[in-house]
Protein backbone atom coordinates (compact mmCIF):
# COMPACT_ATOMS: atom_id res chain seq x y z
CA UNK A 1 0.00 0.00 0.00
CA UNK A 2 1.23 3.56 -0.64
CA UNK A 3 -1.50 5.74 0.38
CA UNK A 4 -3.14 5.42 4.08
CA UNK A 5 -5.52 7.01 6.74
CA UNK A 6 -5.37 7.74 10.33
CA UNK A 7 -7.79 8.56 12.48
CA UNK A 8 -8.68 8.63 16.10
CA UNK A 9 -12.00 8.29 17.61
CA UNK A 10 -14.15 8.12 20.69
CA UNK A 11 -12.75 9.34 24.16
CA UNK A 12 -9.03 11.15 23.74
CA UNK A 13 -6.30 9.84 25.42
CA UNK A 14 -2.79 10.70 26.10
CA UNK A 15 -0.40 9.02 23.38
CA UNK A 16 -2.79 9.57 20.76
CA UNK A 17 -0.43 12.15 19.21
CA UNK A 18 2.36 10.34 20.03
CA UNK A 19 1.08 7.45 17.81
CA UNK A 20 -0.33 9.39 15.00
CA UNK A 21 3.24 10.98 14.97
CA UNK A 22 4.44 7.56 14.45
CA UNK A 23 2.27 6.63 11.50
CA UNK A 24 2.91 9.99 9.57
CA UNK A 25 6.64 9.45 10.41
CA UNK A 26 6.64 5.42 9.52
CA UNK A 27 4.77 6.42 6.39
CA UNK A 28 7.14 8.44 5.18
CA UNK A 29 9.93 6.69 5.98
CA UNK A 30 8.35 3.72 3.71
CA UNK A 31 7.81 6.61 0.79
CA UNK A 32 3.60 5.81 1.43
CA UNK A 33 1.63 9.21 1.69
CA UNK A 34 -0.51 9.43 4.89
CA UNK A 35 -3.68 11.40 5.20
CA UNK A 36 -5.02 12.70 8.62
CA UNK A 37 -8.87 12.05 9.30
CA UNK A 38 -10.50 14.76 11.64
CA UNK A 39 -13.24 14.06 14.29
CA UNK A 40 -12.90 9.85 13.77
CA UNK A 41 -15.59 8.20 11.98
CA UNK A 42 -17.27 11.82 11.44
CA UNK A 43 -14.51 13.01 9.37
CA UNK A 44 -14.75 10.00 7.47
CA UNK A 45 -18.03 11.09 6.55
CA UNK A 46 -17.54 14.68 6.06
CA UNK A 47 -14.12 14.16 3.97
CA UNK A 48 -12.32 16.02 6.10
CA UNK A 49 -8.90 14.98 5.01
CA UNK A 50 -5.64 16.00 4.60
CA UNK A 51 -2.41 14.51 3.86
CA UNK A 52 0.13 14.41 7.08
CA UNK A 53 3.77 14.90 6.45
CA UNK A 54 6.90 14.53 9.18
CA UNK A 55 6.85 18.06 9.88
CA UNK A 56 3.38 18.13 10.78
CA UNK A 57 3.52 16.04 13.65
CA UNK A 58 6.55 18.26 15.38
CA UNK A 59 6.21 18.86 18.84
CA UNK A 60 3.26 16.80 19.38
CA UNK A 61 4.64 13.79 21.29
CA UNK A 62 4.46 15.70 24.34
CA UNK A 63 0.85 17.19 23.79
CA UNK A 64 -2.49 15.17 25.64
CA UNK A 65 -5.47 15.16 23.40
CA UNK A 66 -5.10 14.46 19.60
CA UNK A 67 -4.16 16.88 16.98
CA UNK A 68 -6.90 14.93 14.41
CA UNK A 69 -9.48 15.49 17.32
CA UNK A 70 -12.09 13.10 18.15
CA UNK A 71 -15.74 12.00 17.96
CA UNK A 72 -18.25 8.77 18.92
CA UNK A 73 -19.68 9.03 15.25
CA UNK A 74 -23.66 9.14 15.73
CA UNK A 75 -23.56 9.29 12.50
CA UNK A 76 -21.37 6.35 11.52
CA UNK A 77 -23.97 3.93 13.08
CA UNK A 78 -26.18 4.19 10.54
CA UNK A 79 -26.19 2.71 7.35
CA UNK A 80 -26.01 5.95 5.08
CA UNK A 81 -23.13 7.30 7.59
CA UNK A 82 -21.65 4.17 6.77
CA UNK A 83 -21.78 3.09 3.61
CA UNK A 84 -20.47 7.38 2.84
CA UNK A 85 -17.37 6.60 4.69
CA UNK A 86 -16.94 3.63 2.67
CA UNK A 87 -16.86 5.51 -0.13
CA UNK A 88 -14.78 8.57 1.00
CA UNK A 89 -11.82 6.02 1.33
CA UNK A 90 -12.51 5.10 -2.09
CA UNK A 91 -12.53 8.89 -3.34
CA UNK A 92 -9.59 9.90 -1.52
CA UNK A 93 -7.87 6.42 -2.84
CA UNK A 94 -7.04 5.47 0.60
CA UNK A 95 -5.73 1.67 0.48
CA UNK A 96 -5.19 1.52 4.00
CA UNK A 97 -6.95 2.76 7.17
CA UNK A 98 -5.01 3.19 10.80
CA UNK A 99 -7.52 3.59 13.05
CA UNK A 100 -6.55 4.22 17.04
CA UNK A 101 -9.13 3.96 19.71
CA UNK A 102 -11.00 2.38 22.34
CA UNK A 103 -13.81 -0.46 21.81
CA UNK A 104 -16.77 1.42 20.29
CA UNK A 105 -14.33 2.65 17.62
CA UNK A 106 -12.43 -1.03 17.00
CA UNK A 107 -15.89 -1.95 16.38
CA UNK A 108 -16.38 0.29 13.83
CA UNK A 109 -13.17 -0.66 12.21
CA UNK A 110 -14.48 -4.63 12.15
CA UNK A 111 -17.06 -3.18 10.25
CA UNK A 112 -15.04 -1.46 7.60
CA UNK A 113 -13.06 -4.90 7.15
CA UNK A 114 -16.31 -6.73 6.39
CA UNK A 115 -17.16 -4.14 4.06
CA UNK A 116 -13.66 -4.38 2.14
CA UNK A 117 -11.39 -1.54 4.13
CA UNK A 118 -8.35 -2.58 4.98
CA UNK A 119 -8.10 -1.41 8.49
CA UNK A 120 -5.32 -1.63 11.31
CA UNK A 121 -7.07 -0.79 14.86
CA UNK A 122 -4.64 0.25 17.46
CA UNK A 123 -5.71 0.50 21.44
CA UNK A 124 -6.34 4.09 22.25
CA UNK A 125 -8.09 4.59 25.54
CA UNK A 126 -7.70 5.44 29.26
CA UNK A 127 -9.70 2.28 30.10
CA UNK A 128 -7.33 -0.32 29.29
CA UNK A 129 -10.38 -2.92 28.59
CA UNK A 130 -8.80 -4.20 25.60
CA UNK A 131 -7.31 -7.49 26.39
CA UNK A 132 -5.60 -7.93 22.95
CA UNK A 133 -2.61 -5.61 24.96
CA UNK A 134 -1.75 -5.65 27.99
CA UNK A 135 -1.81 -2.37 28.36
CA UNK A 136 -3.69 0.50 26.57
CA UNK A 137 -2.36 4.03 25.17
CA UNK A 138 -3.26 6.84 27.91
CA UNK A 139 -3.74 4.28 30.10
CA UNK A 140 -0.72 4.55 32.25
CA UNK A 141 -0.67 8.55 32.21
CA UNK A 142 -4.52 8.68 33.59
CA UNK A 143 -3.26 6.10 36.25
CA UNK A 144 -0.48 8.47 37.46
CA UNK A 145 -3.11 11.42 36.96
CA UNK A 146 -5.08 9.06 39.34
CA UNK A 147 -2.55 8.35 41.38
CA UNK A 148 -1.33 11.95 42.05
CA UNK A 149 -5.09 13.11 42.97
CA UNK A 150 -4.99 10.31 45.72
CA UNK A 151 -2.19 11.74 46.42
CA UNK A 152 -3.25 15.45 47.44
CA UNK A 153 -7.07 13.91 49.02
CA UNK A 154 -4.61 11.20 52.01
CA UNK A 155 -3.31 14.86 52.95
CA UNK A 156 -6.43 16.19 53.80
CA UNK A 157 -8.08 13.25 54.46
CA UNK A 158 -5.69 12.60 57.24
CA UNK A 159 -5.66 15.88 58.33
CA UNK A 160 -9.57 15.72 59.08
CA UNK A 161 -9.39 12.13 60.30
CA UNK A 162 -12.06 11.35 57.22
CA UNK A 163 -12.92 8.96 54.67
CA UNK A 164 -12.49 9.50 51.53
CA UNK A 165 -14.08 8.16 48.27
CA UNK A 166 -12.16 8.77 45.20
CA UNK A 167 -13.90 7.92 41.33
CA UNK A 168 -12.12 7.12 38.79
CA UNK A 169 -13.09 6.45 35.04
CA UNK A 170 -12.97 3.43 33.01
CA UNK A 171 -16.27 2.51 32.06
CA UNK A 172 -16.56 -1.58 32.46
CA UNK A 173 -13.41 -1.69 33.46
CA UNK A 174 -11.80 -1.58 37.24
CA UNK A 175 -8.04 -1.29 36.47
CA UNK A 176 -7.73 2.60 36.56
CA UNK A 177 -8.78 1.95 39.91
CA UNK A 178 -6.94 -1.07 40.60
CA UNK A 179 -3.34 0.21 39.60
CA UNK A 180 -3.73 3.88 40.86
CA UNK A 181 -5.70 2.22 44.48
CA UNK A 182 -2.90 0.01 44.75
CA UNK A 183 -0.04 1.93 44.13
CA UNK A 184 -1.79 5.00 46.11
CA UNK A 185 -2.07 2.47 49.08
CA UNK A 186 -5.85 3.15 49.18
CA UNK A 187 -7.68 0.88 51.70
CA UNK A 188 -10.38 -0.27 49.54
CA UNK A 189 -10.61 -0.72 45.89
CA UNK A 190 -14.51 -1.09 44.74
CA UNK A 191 -14.52 -2.34 40.65
CA UNK A 192 -17.09 -3.40 38.68
CA UNK A 193 -15.83 -7.28 38.29
CA UNK A 194 -16.34 -7.80 41.82
CA UNK A 195 -19.51 -7.63 43.90
CA UNK A 196 -19.72 -4.65 46.32
CA UNK A 197 -20.89 -5.89 49.51
CA UNK A 198 -21.58 -2.90 51.68
CA UNK A 199 -21.17 -4.75 55.06
CA UNK A 200 -17.85 -5.75 54.13
CA UNK A 201 -16.81 -2.56 53.09
CA UNK A 202 -18.15 -0.77 55.99
CA UNK A 203 -16.98 -3.58 58.44
CA UNK A 204 -13.25 -2.92 56.85
CA UNK A 205 -13.31 1.10 57.40
CA UNK A 206 -14.19 -0.12 61.27
CA UNK A 207 -11.69 -2.29 61.93
CA UNK A 208 -8.73 0.43 59.89
CA UNK A 209 -10.06 3.13 62.11
CA UNK A 210 -9.88 0.48 65.33
CA UNK A 211 -6.24 -0.73 64.20
CA UNK A 212 -5.34 3.10 64.84
CA UNK A 213 -5.63 4.30 61.51
CA UNK A 214 -6.89 7.92 61.37
CA UNK A 215 -8.40 8.37 57.76
CA UNK A 216 -9.36 5.73 54.91
CA UNK A 217 -8.96 5.77 51.01
CA UNK A 218 -11.67 4.25 48.88
CA UNK A 219 -10.93 4.21 45.04
CA UNK A 220 -14.06 3.28 43.59
CA UNK A 221 -14.51 2.65 39.38
CA UNK A 222 -17.14 4.22 38.10
CA UNK A 223 -18.40 1.30 36.54
CA UNK A 224 -19.25 -0.10 39.86
CA UNK A 225 -23.00 -0.54 40.60
CA UNK A 226 -23.55 2.06 43.11
CA UNK A 227 -23.28 5.98 42.77
CA UNK A 228 -20.39 7.75 44.80
CA UNK A 229 -22.92 9.84 46.59
CA UNK A 230 -25.48 6.84 48.01
CA UNK A 231 -21.97 5.19 48.94
CA UNK A 232 -21.10 8.13 50.71
CA UNK A 233 -24.43 8.16 52.38
CA UNK A 234 -24.57 4.66 53.28
CA UNK A 235 -21.31 4.61 54.97
CA UNK A 236 -21.88 7.55 57.07
CA UNK A 237 -25.27 6.11 58.29
CA UNK A 238 -23.72 2.81 58.98
CA UNK A 239 -20.34 3.63 60.83
CA UNK A 240 -20.63 7.30 61.71
CA UNK A 241 -17.36 7.58 60.09
CA UNK A 242 -16.62 11.63 58.29
CA UNK A 243 -16.79 10.55 54.71
CA UNK A 244 -16.30 12.73 51.56
CA UNK A 245 -16.73 12.00 47.59
CA UNK A 246 -14.01 13.36 45.35
CA UNK A 247 -15.02 12.35 41.66
CA UNK A 248 -12.23 12.87 39.37
CA UNK A 249 -13.56 12.94 35.96
CA UNK A 250 -12.20 14.36 32.73
CA UNK A 251 -8.52 15.36 34.10
CA UNK A 252 -8.16 11.69 33.62
CA UNK A 253 -8.00 11.97 30.01
CA UNK A 254 -6.15 15.11 29.73
CA UNK A 255 -2.42 15.69 30.40
CA UNK A 256 1.17 14.92 28.59
CA UNK A 257 1.51 11.44 28.37
CA UNK A 258 3.92 9.03 30.29
CA UNK A 259 7.04 7.61 29.09
CA UNK A 260 5.35 4.03 28.96
CA UNK A 261 2.11 5.70 26.89
CA UNK A 262 4.80 7.70 24.25
CA UNK A 263 6.81 4.08 23.79
CA UNK A 264 3.87 1.69 23.53
CA UNK A 265 1.81 4.38 20.74
CA UNK A 266 5.36 4.88 18.99
CA UNK A 267 5.80 0.79 19.00
CA UNK A 268 2.33 -0.06 17.57
CA UNK A 269 1.81 3.26 15.27
CA UNK A 270 5.33 2.03 13.40
CA UNK A 271 4.11 -1.72 13.43
CA UNK A 272 0.72 -0.60 11.95
CA UNK A 273 2.06 1.23 8.68
CA UNK A 274 4.81 -1.48 8.32
CA UNK A 275 2.37 -3.86 7.96
CA UNK A 276 -0.12 -2.06 5.60
CA UNK A 277 3.03 -1.46 3.59
CA UNK A 278 3.29 -5.01 3.52
CA UNK A 279 -0.41 -5.63 2.46
CA UNK A 280 -0.92 -6.89 5.70
CA UNK A 281 -4.39 -5.87 7.09
CA UNK A 282 -7.60 -6.69 9.32
CA UNK A 283 -5.20 -6.97 12.44
CA UNK A 284 -5.61 -5.03 16.28
CA UNK A 285 -1.91 -4.75 17.25
CA UNK A 286 -1.12 -4.69 21.04
CA UNK A 287 1.60 -5.29 23.18
CA UNK A 288 1.64 -8.88 25.16
CA UNK A 289 4.29 -9.71 28.00
CA UNK A 290 6.82 -6.72 26.41
CA UNK A 291 6.46 -8.44 22.59
CA UNK A 292 3.89 -6.61 19.77
CA UNK A 293 0.86 -8.48 19.65
CA UNK A 294 -0.42 -8.87 16.38
CA UNK A 295 -4.48 -10.17 16.65
CA UNK A 296 -7.04 -10.55 13.58
CA UNK A 297 -9.26 -7.77 14.99
CA UNK A 298 -12.30 -9.58 15.21
CA UNK A 299 -11.21 -12.22 17.38
CA UNK A 300 -8.72 -9.67 19.19
CA UNK A 301 -12.50 -7.81 20.48
CA UNK A 302 -13.67 -11.34 22.12
CA UNK A 303 -10.84 -12.03 23.67
CA UNK A 304 -11.66 -12.58 27.58
CA UNK A 305 -10.31 -9.91 29.98
CA UNK A 306 -7.41 -10.85 32.88
CA UNK A 307 -8.47 -11.57 36.00
CA UNK A 308 -8.26 -9.10 38.98
CA UNK A 309 -9.21 -10.54 41.76
CA UNK A 310 -5.20 -11.47 42.27
CA UNK A 311 -4.79 -7.49 42.88
CA UNK A 312 -7.93 -6.86 44.89
CA UNK A 313 -6.46 -9.35 47.52
CA UNK A 314 -2.93 -7.81 46.90
CA UNK A 315 -4.66 -3.91 47.45
CA UNK A 316 -6.57 -5.64 50.88
CA UNK A 317 -3.84 -7.57 51.93
CA UNK A 318 -1.24 -4.28 51.75
CA UNK A 319 -4.13 -2.26 53.42
CA UNK A 320 -3.82 -3.46 56.77
O1 LIG B 1 -13.56 5.58 27.33
C1 LIG B 1 -12.90 6.62 27.98
C2 LIG B 1 -13.82 7.32 28.95
O2 LIG B 1 -13.11 8.39 29.54
C3 LIG B 1 -14.46 6.43 30.01
O3 LIG B 1 -13.58 6.15 31.07
C4 LIG B 1 -15.65 7.26 30.41
O4 LIG B 1 -16.66 6.45 30.94
C5 LIG B 1 -16.07 7.84 29.08
O5 LIG B 1 -14.93 7.86 28.26
C6 LIG B 1 -16.65 9.23 29.14
O6 LIG B 1 -17.07 9.53 27.85
P1 LIG B 1 -17.49 10.95 27.29
O7 LIG B 1 -16.25 11.66 26.90
O8 LIG B 1 -18.34 10.64 26.11
O9 LIG B 1 -18.22 11.64 28.40
Known sequence: MKKIGVLTSGGDAPGMNACVRAVVRTGAYLDMEVFGIERGYDGLIAGDIEQL???????????????LKTARSEAFLTKEGFDRAVAMMKNFKLEGL???????SLSGAVDLKKAGVHVIGLPGT???DLP???????????????LSAISNVRDTSQ??????????????????????????GAEIILVPEVPVDLDDVCRQLIESRNKGKGSSIIVKA???????????????????????????????RGGSPTAQDRLLASIVGNEAVKLLHKG????????QGGQIAVHDIEKALKLKKRSVEDLIDLARTLAM
Not at 226 to 251: F, H, M, P, Q
Request: charged share 25%; proline share 1%; net charge negative.
Open 98 to 104: VVIGGNG
Open 126 to 128: IDN
Open 280 to 287: VSGKAIGM
Open 222 to 252: EGVDIDSNILDEEITKRTGLDVKVAILGYIQ
Open 159 to 184: AHERTTIIEVMGRECGDIAIYAGITG
Open 132 to 146: FSDFTIGFDTAVNTA
Open 53 to 67: GPRDVSDTIQRGGTI
